[in-house]
């Protein structure tokens, strides 16, 4: 309720709609009454914000959603501002001060005091008021006001400096965005009841390391070139794209050869890493990696087969802590469905999908020279 009543429907959803009339309003403005509780905080994760996560259901903090809701207004308002600057509206936020009203008196109890002096209701009021009447070029789109002047939207550095802590990058805001007009147009998950089921599932999974699949693979079938759409990256494929594990089994010394190549960002080189392994169980779903550095360490890092499709069209790998995953498939495009269902099954693992990165899969153009082997640059 705090969420949609003071973001998603009470300022999201109402200022969609209103803009068009806005936009035909000499003088307009559109004003959100934000809150200085929003300067604990930056907008968190979306379930968080939304109190869908059945990770936080215990532990529901109202002050919290609260200044979640409230630092988005904010940032909503500052890309609104930039969006319709040139349609003529003004778009701020603005908050009253600490002002006795019943939610404080609620929230706070004999803790208010800190708070003091309170400012009445009128107090708290007459700013907003002057910004819904004051001319508009003399309102600063996109700012923060308080008492008629634009404020710091940011107080978590020494000294209340600005700081760092309570800052949103671009990308987040971008999230936000998109997810907003997603929930108010209807386009939220229809069924959070599996969006619950399965964050409960990744909970329990959670409580012991991580499993390998209980159906056998063919080792044959599983060989060959595996193109990585998402990962929780390691040093060696953080930032990269064009990501491939291929694969090859020596029958006669019963070794899997692995060879992991990637490119870099701006597709100027292209890099291998190689590593070999031994299956070490019968259903051919766990494995020991030896990575190559000049010679082939005497390493077993555990490998494990989470699931792999039938067809052998598509696969997840990961680690018992969970520290790495590899949502691969033959196809370095497959269908979104198909990845989405595969970000299912990963998160029914155990992960925190949160962490996964999308690889970026390019092959438009000639692959970039191989200039270097992993192996021999660490050696």
Not at 70 to 88: F, N, P, S, T
Not at 103 to 108: D, F, G, I, L, P
Not at 288 to 294: A, C, E, R
């Amino acid at each position: 309720v705090t969420f949609a009543s003071h973001l998603l429907f009470g300022t999201y959803l109402l200022g969609v709609l209103a803009m068009p009339s806005l936009k035909a309003t000499t003088g307009s403005r559109f004003i959100a009454v934000s809150s200085g509780g929003m300067y604990n905080v930056p907008f968190p994760a979306w379930d968080v914000a939304t109190s869908t996560s059945s990770r936080h259901k215990d532990k529901y903090d109202g002050q919290m959603a609260y200044a979640y809701a409230k630092r988005g207004q904010v940032l909503l308002c500052e890309r609104w501002a930039a969006a319709h600057a040139a349609d003529g509206v003004k778009v701020v936020s603005c908050h009253p001060g600490w002002t006795s009203t019943p939610a404080v008196e609620s929230a706070y109890g004999d803790s208010k005091k800190y708070l003091e002096p309170m400012r009445a209701p009128w107090e708290g009021a007459e700013g907003i008021a002057w910004l819904c009447v004051a001319p508009a070029e003399e309102i600063e789109s996109g700012a923060f006001y308080l008492d008629r002047k634009p404020q710091v939207k940011h107080l978590a550095g020494p000294f209340f400096t600005e700081g760092t802590y309570t800052k949103n990058s671009p990308a987040e805001v971008d999230e936000l965005m998109q997810k907003l007009d997603d929930w108010a147009s209807g386009r939220r998950p229809q069924d959070l009841a599996e969006q619950a089921t399965l964050q409960d599932a990744s909970s329990a999974a959670r409580q012991s390391p991580l499993k390998a699949m209980e159906t056998a693979i063919d080792l044959q079938s599983f060989m060959g070139k595996w193109y990585v759409i998402k990962n929780i990256p390691t040093v060696f494929d953080k930032d990269t794209a064009n990501n491939i594990e291929e694969y090859s089994y020596d029958e006669s010394t019963k070794t899997i050869h692995v060879v992991f190549s990637y490119t870099d960002k701006a597709f100027t080189k292209t890099s291998q890493l190689r590593q070999k392994a031994k299956v070490v169980n019968d259903l051919n779903t766990q494995w020991t990696l030896s990575p190559k550095v000049g010679l082939y360490l005497p390493l077993k890092i555990p490998y494990i087969l989470v699931d792999c499709a039938e067809d052998y069209s598509t696969t997840i790998v990961g680690v018992p802590d969970r520290s790495y995953i590899w949502i691969m498939s033959r196809s370095p495009c497959p269908p979104a469905d198909v990845v989405e269902e595969l970000t299912k099954k990963a998160q029914a693992s155990g992960y925190d999908i949160s962490k996964l990165v999308s690889v970026p899969q390019s092959w438009d153009r000639d692959p970039p020279q191989l200039v270097e082997h992993v192996e021999e640059d660490a050696s």
